[in-house]
């Protein structure tokens, strides 16, 4: 193959330099070695546990891969050891080919780190320039890239405006601005949602959503399954510094789900009688429960739904709706939390469980 | 080459001395200290005038040289406190904020932003150190007509003990918490300062135990040795004159080992510092 477009190269002398650039673009090592790799990484602070106890795990270029687990799991050290701000205690890593710490492997990496704290005595313009001088932008290109980038993020109206008149919204935009400025090949986004607001939430998977298309690498740290959920193509669990589950968010997905069916009685039916059809729902699933108007299933697999939607019409039930949730990664990420702290999941961790689940599902929506 | 990693890190250095008014502040106080010294010494030249007609130039020179002495030992320590000051929360603060995070994820290394930040905090001290210095030393020349002797080889003394003392403290702040690091700063110069006393009445006394305490206090940091050097070499040539006090007295005259000393102690303090920040966790 490549023998081939050597002789086409050959041939085609106008376009010679072009195709020799193509050539050495696939055999740089550069550019096919790995998004992220870590092999056995560890990291220990003086005598306490280790903060990661051996972080062994490849994202793939254009992979959008959610780093999951409850606070203190070890998400921000590991992440921090992928750029080279904490030197891990055992094993090794590479970021876009280069071994950990060698600036060289930051050129084409965004990072935004999880409080959103800079300098506050510069102005939102001037914050942007700083750190395209830092990613060694030539001026011409951040004329353009800054003020572009301004607009992405909503700010261009507040670009000569101090960082420290910044609510915390806004300061996450333009840490945002700044992690995209070198036009990465892999960004970072440390608990990028965590304390915002609905808008700066959808502003978060937005770009995630366009850096996905454009082929960027996101690596997105989070306890928030709704963002998870939405954006990623892959998730990992870490939990005591460890990863305990690897998986595609597709496959969770085909497994078993929730369905959520809105439906009631004909005003003219009997108690009983109803109580008998919800009863019948048992053919589909283990668990039939009884929330208020609507009755909550897991079902094997989404299959079943046209079924169980005929079943209950021609039973004579009205159905206003049938929607399958996708819970499985909560189911997840409860089990981790529950297994890192061994007590039974509290009334506050289901409450932020479904108040996140609602959440993806209306985000879904507005999709 | 302006645009490596150092000189945007010195650029952002010195822009956050000028931007959170540190500088302003320094240079105002200087512009007023300035104002005074200017007065003070106009009003003393025209009482001698006055009351010593023909005054001898024996008696008036180790006057203008005790004032000009005064002066840039004012100027000395104003540049050592502003060089603590500045310094002391720049690594161990933005540690501590997080403002480093977004820094040191660059492609940039470690050593180019203590680097960076060192010559950020140099190139603002030498400007003061200049405007400061030379500023006393110009009204004196205006004013009495006495030209400060040997006043380059006094100014560069002057220069090295900002720069040791800024060392030390961006060394400090690799380790220690901002308030730690500011501590140990001042405490590590009154420690020097009362040496450098103890070892100036010793030598007036002739007594050797005593020299030698300051002479170990100088090495523990010889900051206030450097300035003792400094005043000597720019002392007039009837020191003799001159009233025995803690500030300038040179009874006891550091030696160009002590000056060799300073210098390397700095050295050592910057290639720690790079050294421990390049190991740090941030």
Redesign the interface.
Known sequence: MSDQRVSQTEKNNGEESSQRSRVTAIIDPMCTAPAIEASHLRKE?DDTKPAVADLTLTVERGEVFGFLGPNGAGKTTAV?MF?????STAGNGRLLGKPLGD??G??K?G?L???F???H??TAREFLY??A????IPRTVARRRVPELLNVVGLANHANKKLQAFSKGMSQRI?LA?ALLNEPEVVFLDEPTSGLDPMGRRLVRDIIRDLRERGTTVFLNSHLLSEVEITCDRVAFIKKGEIVHTSSLESLIEGELDVRIRTRPPANMLPSRWEVIVAGLKRWSRHVRVDGRSILLTVTSEADLPAINRYLVEQGAEVYALSPQTVSLENLFIQVVETETDVPSSPEHCRLAVSDRIEAESAKEKR | MLRTGVFVIARLTFREASRRRILLAALALGAVFLLIYGLGIHFIRQDMAKQRQGLQRVVAVPIHSFLALSALYVVNFLTLALAVLTSVDTVSGEIDSGTIHTLAAKPIRRWEIVLGKWLGFVSMLTLYLLLMAGGVVGLTRLILDYAVPNALRGLALMWINEILLLNVTLLGGTRLSTLANGVLAFAAYGIAFVGGWIEQIGAFLGNQTTVMIGILSSLLLPSEALWKRAAYEMRTALADAVPPNPFFSSVSVPSQAMVVYGVCYALIALVLAVYNFNRRDL
């Open positions: 602070y921090k750029l080279g701000l904490i030197t600036p060289r930051r050129e990496v990072f780190p999880e409080h704290r800079f300098h005595w510069l700083l750190h001088d830092l990613y060694r840490g700044q």
